[in-house]
């Protein structure tokens, strides 16, 4: 059978006998909303809770936009929101970067297009900024019940109304990508952000469980419930507004306004319908996770590896599709990430026992996954020798290593895992 799996902007070509074939897992296909804008504005229009026009009526505005490295659809989203705020008394726009790259040229863009909407759309008081989790003007609002220092961007502060855009996604540790997340880590500074992923380190936090999930056994996961506490301190008495969406490549599958707990439930839902797969473990998986941006670098193609790994028996192998263009990681990730996870694999997960420092619960979870496996083989445009540092084997023909595996053993079973940033995998 010939399949055809993302990989950067393109795609990678493979053949696997239908014997071997253990089953292809994807997001569901799922028909796209043929007018994004229009559906968009139907939510809009019948939000849970009150409009968004009647909340912003001389009030004081904060929206909170992802940044470049969600692949949603933008101009839409922002083009949606913005023609409902034009009598609000002022209108505070944050690109929620959390610790991500600041200055990156898509962000810019993103700053751009807004600008052009709310111009258009004659908006007259108005602030774009980009958050930098580095400012010397953060302020810090109190601390959570599990001692997270809240310290927040100070153009986030003190609103009466907050709009999160949120594109939901299953996320690895904090369960699913939703709201909180816009407010924590995407307003906060650097310790706030670390002393929050540092439970990430906990089995709890992990996909498809969230405080806001439906079902009453999904909702302990203790960083999660950490991002929504720190959220509420900075909404402090404001009221969240939510428009939710999930998308494909840019093309938007679901959408709801309103209330932050109906809204995110419902897409939670959807989320564990269209895209949570509970399979049969076997001993090769071949992962790719989605493409740019999903693989822009190792540090954000890794999402995919853990979403999936429930999917490889122990002792298997994994052949990992993922071009990172971008490289290892960003600047700021590569020493707590990629360099620690040069090391021997047993010290990586000793030297993550005491004091914790943002970025190492990747390398940790990549530790514990490498010491399971016998092996991980990546197809990418990083060199052999950045590959092997992090005890992986580069291939330049992912054909090659499926026809080995068939050589072998003309009986294995291979399961192929597309899209893996937007999937959640359980075993049976």
């Known amino acids: 059978m010939e399949i055809a799996v993302t990989y950067g902007s393109e795609k990678v070509n493979l053949s696997i006998p239908d014997s071997n074939l253990a089953g292809i ?6 028909k796209a909303k043929q007018d994004t804008l229009a559906e968009l504005n139907q939510v809009l229009d019948n939000p849970h809770g009150p409009t968004l026009r009647e909340l912003a009526k001389s009030r004081s505005v904060c929206v909170l936009v992802e940044d470049h490295t969600r692949d949603e659809p933008h101009w839409e989203l922002v083009s949606s929101i913005i023609p409902r705020l034009v009598d609000a008394n002022r209108v505070q726009f944050i690109i929620t970067t959390g610790s991500h790259e ?26 774009i900024a980009i958050h930098d989790c580095y400012a010397e003007d953060l302020v810090q609002l109190g601390k959570t019940t599990r001692g997270t220092p809240v310290i927040v961007n100070n153009k986030a502060i003190g609103h009466d109304v907050y709009v999160s ?20 880590p995407g307003v906060c500074g650097f310790d706030t952000i670390e002393a929050n992923h540092s439970m990430a380190l906990n089995p709890q936090s992990t996909f498809g469980i969230h405080p806001y999930h439906p079902s009453k ?4 996961n203790p960083l999660a419930d950490d991002m929504r506490e720190g959220m509420e301190i900075i909404v402090g008495k404001g009221t969240v507004f939510v428009l939710a969406v999930i ?68 002792g298997g192998q994994i052949l990992f599709l ?19 996870l040069t090391l021997p694999l047993d010290e990586v997960l000793a030297s993550i026992s005491g004091k914790y420092h943002l970025y190492e619960h990747k390398a940790y979870k990549f530790a514990e996954l490498l010491k399971r496996v016998s092996k991980i083989r990546m197809h990418s445009n990083l060199d052999k020798k950045t590959i ?12 090659r290593v499926i026809d080995e595996w068939i050589a072998e053993d003309p009986n294995v079973k291979i399961l192929v895992l597309d899209k893996g940033n937007k999937i959640a995998v359980y075993a049976d």
């Open 247 to 314: 998308t494909d490549g840019g093309r938007l599958l679901w959408a709801d306004a309103g209330k932050r707990e109906p809204v995110t439930a419902g897409g939670m839902e959807f989320l564990d319908e269209s895209a949570s797969f509970t399979v049969t473990p076997t001993s090769r998986i071949i992962v790719s996770p989605g493409g740019y941006p999903q693989d822009k670098s190792l540090y954000h193609a890794q999402r995919a590896i853990e979403l999936t790994k429930n999917a490889v028996l122990d």
């Open 102 to 127: 600041v200055k990156h040229p898509a962000n810019l863009e993103i700053v751009n297009l807004i600008q052009r909407v709310a111009e258009d759309s004659r908006l007259s008081d108005y602030d």
């Open 388 to 399: 092997e540092a992090v005890h992986m084997e580069k291939v330049s023909d992912p054909q």
């Open 217 to 220: 056994d999904r909702r302990d």
């Open 165 to 184: 855009i949120s594109d939901m996604k299953a996320h690895y540790f904090a369960g699913y990508s939703n709201v909180v997340k816009n407010f924590l």
């Open 25 to 30: 897992i994807a997001p569901k296909k799922m």
């Open 322 to 340: 993922a071009e990172c263009r971008d490289g290892v990681a960003p600047t700021e990730a590569i020493e707590n990430f990629y360099n620690r």
